[in-house]
């Protein structure tokens, strides 16, 4: 027994989820520990995420499930030509989420999620070689969705629900790559906005062909958080009026992409659950971060961004090897929507491979602890972002990149 | 039960603590290289352009952004090297205090005033006392306003000496004794690489005084020198190969050629021809010449001298002026030839960057067109003749350009003549000791020409906008720096087959704003 689980989690030590940009992919231990896969999966109250129209085939009237995660990324950058390098510090990310779900009758169950799907959290050494794209950066969203699932017949239900999402963001680079006060010390200008609100909605559709088979698809819309009035703080900027940059207030326009998920579950025997998710998430609309500063005097500041549509490919598999254990391993592939040209290093983002394992226990009938954890393996990339501009001239910003993300969750999940 | 989570938490930690690693990381040894030179004691040898020194004074970004520390910084990857000391100063003002006193003043910053952006020496009191001797050595030996003679003369940090100009009040700072030389404490630290820079200051005294001293040629003995005189070329080269000799005994290093510097912002900046006349005006001062020109030949006649002759030499000054631009008139010894003593500027002859601009807008550099004056031009308009008085009244109307404010065609002459003699001689004790070698005056003329791209543009050597010069015009920014540097690692990759990295000249700031001045 005690061979197995290590067996388990050594070999089943193949699993993912980091997406790229700046989507975060740890909306449920259990979907994690199988590649964040879960669209056809009924497992637990993670299905108010991954697809609500699961929600009324859970057994018990009432389903819990709560998690957290903790995001250790970390990026290194070189550029040889100069001999620099750089090597991000970024605080531990907590990513979490909460759902519930409510059996009114067979047909139709109500649900409440909240979980962070979107965030990014980079900081780079104060005044390094790129500091005039990005010092650091705290990116933060969370959703609140109400639920509703329901059974049109024994092997066809729907469900989905509006959403409604609250941002943050705070952000700091310095303004050019070489302007100080006095002393030396990098102007720079950190923008930082609270409470940013955008709404949405997301809706699914499971359907069983046969018993061991479950077809699920999943979207969920698209948000945009707008920053109205932030505020912008200018740092170390010359006493000059040549350099007229005061603090001001800020509005800025950020989407959290809409994402399209289809997938299967196929149960194998009582033991063995094999799970296939396909993710499309729309990063088109993420074109351009602009900053419109209120300050007249201010110019805005416009970054093409210029993402691409991008697929992720899940593949996930569950062990079920007794009642007290549960053993999952999954693997994903997560496309980059950043494009050549446009690798900023606020979202060093690029092809992953995405290694997934976990565990639950289930301590009694209902009440079962769910463990996780993801190893994100990005390819070394050599890239730029060539769309800063100095003097009307585009100036790249060049380098090799590599990042590595390890990110272990635990969570629980309760039902009656 | 217990044991599972132990794992985990194992397992957990390992991921944690494997930080992603490059496959050829810049860490990595072996990726650069020193070659066959090293760099594990560098020390830089030089003047002011050596020190950091920018803006009219030395202060601390300069130093920190100075051509060795960028050197230094990039040696640093390549081996293990001892860390690069400068003898910082105390601020980012500049200036120095010799007893509370100051002896040398703040920083250039650029102010916007009620004409534009404007160089003015930044509002604050120096808090650099040179008297608190800082604990040497130091890797950045470079001493501003030492010539070449000065780096083997002992006791040039003799704080004593400084007051009376005897001795060096930046090398005062950091001499590690009263009777040391620079070279001495250079030696006693065994560099192991080198670079050198000097000579400048061996001409640019002269040119920067408007050229008021005098070229020392054929006379070797440099006590006897002003310190605004041009070093003779064979005693620069004398002494620099003496220099160079002690240097490179157990040390390989790279010297570095002198610029012309009348291609430099000082001597560009200020148009000689910015007398801007409207068409009334320009008659006038056409009428003005006309009749200076004939009292002139009058007072010739008076004198002695035939018609002829006397026309010969009274024409001179019938200058023309038109409508537009037109050059200064510049003062210049009485001579028999030119007996009021001036003479219109030739094109290519330049002004000084501090000429008082104010008053070349009250007609210094022509005529001070008083109301004695037009009373005289009067006169003369009704065919009278004019009083002894009024003769000088005319001629002394005329205020032509000082000396020290104008390096004119002889004193550009002596200028490149010894720069290009320096030249000759540092290339071929370049070449003797198997140095490498930097031909900065090939750079600097490339700034002045078209101009040296880099990711975000070209660097000029146009005053404040060019971006390579600061704001005293002839020292670097640092910009202008890590083009320096550049070249010099340039030089080191090619003669001592080193792989060194290039300082991203983007990255590096030019002049500082600031209204303190205002």
């Known amino acids: 027994m005690k061979r197995l689980f290590l067996l388990g989690l050594m070999i089943l030590a193949t699993a993912v989820t980091y997406a790229g940009g700046y989507r975060v992919s740890l909306q449920g231990q259990r979907g994690l520990a199988m590649g964040h896969t879960g669209v056809a999966v009924v497992n637990n109250a993670e299905l108010a995420f991954f697809n609500p129209a699961g929600l009324v085939y859970l057994e018990n009237k009432i389903n819990t499930a709560v998690g957290v995660s903790a995001v250790f990324s970390d990026v290194v950058w070189q550029n040889d030509e100069f001999g620099q390098m750089a090597r991000t510090d970024s605080p531990v990310g907590t990513p979490f989420y909460a759902y519930f779900s409510y059996k009114l009758s067979d047909k139709v169950s109500l649900g409440f999620a909240s979980y962070t799907p979107y965030g990014s959290s980079v900081e780079w050494e104060k005044d390094w070689a790129g ?58 200008v950190t923008v930082e906005a609270t409470g940013v609100n955008g709404f949405g909605w997301s809706a699914g559709i499971m359907y069983s ?65 094999f799970a296939f998710d396909y993710n499309r998430t729309f990063w088109d609309a993420y074109e351009s971060l602009d900053l419109d500063f209120a300050n007249p005097n201010i110019p805005d500041s416009k970054n093409p961004r210029n993402y691409q549509d991008a697929s992720i490919y899940r593949f996930g598999m569950q062990y079920t090897a007794n009642d007290t254990f549960t053993l999952r391993a999954g693997y994903y592939f997560d496309e980059s929507p950043v494009q050549a040209g446009y690798f900023a290093p606020e979202t060093p983002r690029n092809d992953s491979n995405n290694f997934t394992g976990g565990l639950s226990i289930n301590v009694t009938d209902n009440f079962a602890i769910d463990a996780s954890f993801l190893y994100s393996r990005f390819k070394e990339i050599t890239e730029s972002y060539d769309y800063y501009q100095e003097n009307g001239q585009n100036v790249p910003f060049e380098g090799t990149y590599k990042s590595s993300a390890f990110v272990p969750g635990l969570g629980v999940t309760f039902k009656i | ?281 320009a008659g006038n001062l056409t009428g003005f010449f006309q009749a200076v020109a004939g009292v002139m030949t009058k007072v010739l006649m008076q004198q002695g001298a035939s018609a002829e002759q006397a026309q010969a030499i009274a024409s001179q000054y019938a200058i023309q002026f038109n409508e537009g631009t037109n050059r200064f008139l510049l003062d210049v010894p009485v001579t028999q030839t030119n007996p009021l003593g001036f003479r219109q500027m030739t094109a290519e002859e330049l002004l000084l960057l501090p000429i008082d601009q104010a008053a070349l807008k009250q007609g210094y550099g022509s005529v001070v067109l008083t109301q004695d004056v037009m009373e005289v031009l009067a006169v003369l308009q009704a065919g009278g003749s004019p009083t002894q008085e009024q003769v000088q009244t005319l001629f002394g109307a005329v205020s032509g350009i000082d000396d020290e404010d104008v390096l004119d065609t002889e004193e550009i002459q002596n200028v490149q003549t010894a720069t290009a003699a320096y030249n000759n001689a540092i290339k071929s004790i370049a070449d003797n000791f198997n140095l490498g070698f930097v031909d900065v005056n090939a750079l600097v003329a490339k700034l002045d020409s078209e101009g040296i791209p880099f990711d975000g543009g070209v660097l000029r050597s146009d005053f404040v906008t060019g971006g390579a010069y600061s704001l005293d015009g002839i020292h670097n920014t640092p910009r202008g720096a890590a083009v320096i540097a550049n070249a010099i690692i340039e030089e080191i990759n090619a003669t001592y087959n080193a792989k060194l990295p290039k300082a991203n000249i983007g990255n590096y700031p030019t002049v500082t704003l600031d209204q303190s001045g205002m």
């Open chain 1, 209 to 273: 062909p046969m018993d061991s088979l479950r077809i699920g698809v999943n979207y969920r819309s698209q948000i945009d958080l707008k920053a109205e009035g932030g505020d912008a703080d200018f740092q170390n900027i010359p006493n000059s009026p040549l350099t007229p940059f005061e603090d001001t207030t800020f509005d800025a326009e950020l989407p959290m992409p809409a994402e399209l998920t289809v997938g299967l579950s196929y149960q194998l025997n009582d033991q063995w659950l």
């Open chain 2, 1 to 281: 039960m217990k044991r599972y989570y132990i794992y985990m938490a194992i397992l957990a930690l390992g991921f944690v603590s494997c930080e992603p690693e490059l496959e050829n990381s810049i860490e990595d040894e072996g990726f650069y290289s020193s070659g066959e030179a090293d760099f594990s004691h560098y020390v830089a040898l030089g003047n002011s352009l050596t020190a950091g020194y920018a803006d009219g004074a030395l202060y601390l970004t300069g130093q920190n952004n100075s051509y060795p520390n960028i050197l230094a910084q990039k040696f640093a990857l390549a081996q293990n090297t001892d860390e690069f000391t400068q003898p910082l100063v105390n601020d980012n003002i500049g200036g120095l205090l010799l007893g509370g006193q100051v002896v040398a003043l703040p920083r250039y910053v650029l102010s916007v005033g009620a004409n534009g952006p404007v160089p003015v020496r930044y509002n604050a009191t120096p808090t650099t006392e040179i008297t608190n001797r800082l604990t040497g050595p130091f890797s950045n030996m470079a001493v501003p306003g030492a010539k070449s003679y000065h780096l083997l003369a002992d006791g040039y940090g003799n704080v004593q000496g400084v007051a009376a100009g005897l001795s060096n009040p930046y090398f005062a700072r950091f001499a590690t004794s009263d009777n040391t030389s620079v070279i001495a404490d250079a030696m006693a630290q065994n560099p192991t690489f080198f670079t050198l820079w000097i000579g400048n200051n061996d001409v640019f005294t002269y040119a920067t005084s408007g050229g008021t001293g005098k070229f020392q040629l054929n006379n070797t003995d440099v006590t006897t020198y002003g310190s605004n005189d041009i070093t003779d070329p064979n005693a620069f080269a004398f002494i620099y190969s003496q220099i160079v000799e002690q240097l490179a005994a157990n040390a390989d290093g790279v010297l570095l050629n002198i610029p012309d510097i009348t291609t430099v912002p000082y001597f560009t900046t200020i148009p000689n021809n910015a007398l801007a006349l409207d068409a009334p005006t």
């Open chain 1, 131 to 188: 500091s005039h794209l990005v010092n650091n950066i705290d990116l933060a969203a969370i959703y609140f969705q109400a639920l509703v699932s329901y059974k049109i017949t024994d092997n066809l239900s729907i469900g989905g629900g509006p959403i409604y999402a609250n941002g943050s963001v705070k952000f700091n680079r310095n303004l050019n790559r070489s302007l100080t006060d006095i002393d030396g010390n990098r102007s720079n």
